[in-house]
């Protein structure tokens, strides 16, 4: 735990570091995040086991997410290179303008300074130390304090002093990245004045509270917090029809992979009553090996959560799987597959609709008569993702209206495939209505990460001596400048008409 | 007043906007805001009288207004033509990527749904029913419930009635603006489930506490308050000798125009001991006639600030002014200019520091020991702009220093000049920290103001047929495609060593 009379040199030197880190060109800042890539990979076999014991996940899926992070970390980098991201946009000085002389004004982005990111549980590389919500933050040119959970603390430790060194090496300030532990510390943090802006990945409970202290500081912060999703799915008779038994597997593999604790594991699929996938959905689920869960605490819930699904009125047991506990606490489960009529989930309420943490999912049975459309707007919560299982040419109206709802209730919209496995590019979008995140007005994964830790600023009349570089006229680093030149209101409002 | 039983079908109104107002094309809307700009010019006469006998503001100034209202409508539409704002981001098909086979990833920007703007008193048209917050949350495909400022209520119908028969007519959809009066019928509002977004010029009062109901709803929303600023002025030794007078008469100009009544007003100018700069500023202060205050309220305000200023310890009078209330509660207002030493304004606190809204400010005196960035940093608060007059060429490190506290604490950084008069352009920057804004990501005036009413959605895998136009391969509305292809990945990280 860090102690709270440590946190005042811990905010200081973020603060202390958040000028200097700022004036980094884009290009040297990228280099740092290459480096620490670099030194994360170097030391993979000194951190995997580490990961390994400290949260049961497999080694081949920690060495492929110990790769994400590091691929992440290269595309942020190239993200910022060119400087497409600062948002330049020059207005000459225009004696002519519509409204009276236009003084010259230089409009780009700025870091916002010091953020603090809570890392995640089920993701000890990807959603932690340097994850995507640290590399996101370095990108901009935002100093980094990370409160590491309490799930993997020697992890943390370990890859917090891989990546300060490597960012040392590569020339950054000191105080661009720390580590603190503890929940005390973390929340002291979050009041303090110095934090600009804090990111999250976790429940709805701790998330909110948070959110809630984020908003109620004398001045209040953005707060990027990513809490809870059951990541809807809908299938259609068609694509019963077409490929019933491809939907059975795959969906078993998206419930059942890192045992279920991914937040985009689809916790509930809306099936047409008489599917007929029971027999083949239970022998997919058991060839799966029991799986550890990622602590004791996670375990204890699920087994509470599980309970609480498979004790409600209506709800058949399609595959049991089960969770054994053992000596020391840690849960070890099988996928657990439910399901009930569309009636009985939304009767049963929070008892079945409340997100399940692990590998368990509900087939939602849906008759010919049954308003799914109206079930996604009003039970389902806002997500993540949803997905839509359609025949091969299914376009009519009432799939136009499926479409249309799950734009409303979720940031990613699959058709046919699985949410699980989230791609780190350009256009993906890891975020959604609320709870699926606090603020639904960027992304968690993908490049457009980095706009949540900018804030815009325009210079009027300053001189060239003055400006920062990106906003120069001689463009030292080569930027992308939208320029809106002299005259140009005078037609404002003709384009629409050409 | 709205009625609170009014809401419920006003509220569903704006819902049942939403879908068909977001699936307009924006060529489209953009017709439909020049139709509205054109409504508008051509109500002129009907419209400013009204605006003249409620606001106590000049013909000139209303007039002007108008048309930067009007032009703010077609700028906006201008905007969204060429459908860039959509900042679409389609990412191949991968089976090469980095981690795994990628799915086709399509991004872009959907409205957020109905948005609620909190109307100014003080811009009857600019900040008012059809002003900035209107024109972006219209241009965004969001429906606009407005909550019309108590101020000029006849305005406020008179110009809702132009506003909504000319989007009608325009064949925009039922629903898609509607005013509402009394902060009762706003207050709920703002937590109806099915109002996305708020915004709000105003007092730092209401602005906090609508802010806070925003963002303790149970789902929260974002909220984009413009609350308070007193856009501090840094005059150097150097500029004052370079043009101390034109320094002065600016400045006065500034403070009284609009009786001083604008978010931008300079209410702080920190000026060197021993300026010599009072009779020029009492001689120009002189040269204003009376100008009426907007409302009764506000000019009890005033008074009581007024008052409060010229009362603290150390402050002298600089130029009386005065303000003078008639028979129906009204002010009229002369320029009022105090000074007292930075020890002294600092020592006062609240009572001097807080803003007075109207045309009071007051000068800054600085020695040569003070510390002038540590009082910006400390106790001038976070503001829409600050203002520095520099000598010709000076460009040291002390002057960057103020340069680099001014962007910390502003959103618009000017060289010279005077902060009233915000050019409504691309580049133009209208927030900044806390008070200034609630959320300091966007601004309220220029066309970067689009973004508040937007959020991101990706497709994956979907069907040509079910996609919408933006992010299909035949790109009917021919906007900007950002194409990231396949087999990228495998050399990211490698820009930065270009």
Not at 226 to 248: C, D, K, Q, W
Request: net charge negative.
């Amino acid at each position: 735990m860090t102690e709270l009379n440590e946190l005042e040199q811990i905010a200081q030197a973020a603060a202390d570091a958040a000028a200097p880190f700022a004036a980094t060109e884009p290009k040297v800042r990228a280099r740092a995040l290459n480096a620490v890539a670099d030194a994360l990979e170097a030391h993979a076999d000194e951190l995997v086991p580490l990961a390994m014991q400290e949260t049961g996940l497999t080694e081949v899926r920690l060495r492929g997410e110990l790769k994400r992070t590091a691929v992440q970390l290269r595309l942020f980098g190239d993200t910022i290179v060119d400087g497409s991201y600062l948002d330049v946009r020059l207005d000459a000085a225009d004696p002519e303008f519509a409204l009276g002389v236009r003084p010259d004004l230089r409009r780009y982005h700025v870091p916002v300074g010091p953020v603090l990111n809570f890392a995640a549980s089920n993701f000890p590389f990807a959603f932690s130390v340097a994850g995507g919500d640290t590399a996101a933050a370095l990108a901009a040119g935002c100093p980094v304090i990370l409160k590491g959970h309490s799930g993997h603390p020697e992890l943390s430790k370990a890859t917090a002093a891989v990546v300060a060194e490597a960012l040392a090496e590569a020339g950054m300030p000191d105080g661009v990245f720390q580590l603190i532990a503890g929940q005390a510390a973390g929340t002291a943090l979050l009041k303090d004045p110095r934090v600009k802006a804090g990111s999250f990945t976790g429940s709805i409970y701790a998330g909110r509270l948070l959110a809630d202290i984020a908003a109620a500081r004398p001045e209040p912060i953005p707060f990027f917090g990513e809490l809870g999703s059951v990541n809807p799915v809908v299938v259609t008779a068609a694509a019963v029809a077409e490929r019933g038994g491809a939907i059975a597997s795959g969906y078993v593999t998206s419930v059942a992979g890192s045992a279920g604790q991914l937040c985009t594991k689809p916790g509930f699929v809306f099936v047409p009553v008489g599917h007929g996938l029971d027999d083949a959905i239970a022998e997919a689920a058991g060839s799966w090996d029991e799986h550890r869960l990622l602590n004791p605490r996670i375990a204890a819930s699920y087994v509470e959560r599980r309970d609480a699904v498979a004790g409600a009125q209506g709800i058949r047991t399609v595959a049991e799987g089960g969770v054994r506990i053992d000596e020391d606490g840690q849960g070890w489960a099988l996928p657990s597959i439910y399901a009930g009529s569309l009636a009985d989930v939304e009767k049963a309420g929070e008892a079945v609709l409340e997100e399940s943490f692990g590998p368990l999912s509900v087939l939602v049975e849906y008759g010919p008569d049954d308003d799914v459309v109206g079930a996604l707007l009003e039970h389902f919560g806002g997500n993540l993702t949803i997905t839509l299982h359609l025949g091969e040419n299914e376009a009519d109206d009432a799939t136009r209206e499926l479409v249309h709802t799950a734009t409303q209730r979720a940031g990613r919209v699959l058709f046919g495939g699985w949410p699980t496995g989230v791609a780190v590019t350009p256009a993906m979008q890891h975020g959604g209505p609320y709870p699926a995140t606090t603020n639904d007005s960027s992304t968690s994964v993908g490049t457009a990460a980095i706009s949540r830790f900018l804030r815009p600023v325009t210079y009027q009349d300053a001189p060239q001596a003055l400006l920062p570089a990106p906003l120069q006229d001689a463009n030292p680093w080569r930027v992308p400048q939208a320029r809106s030149r002299a005259g140009e209101s005078l037609t404002w409002g003709a384009k629409a008409d050409e």
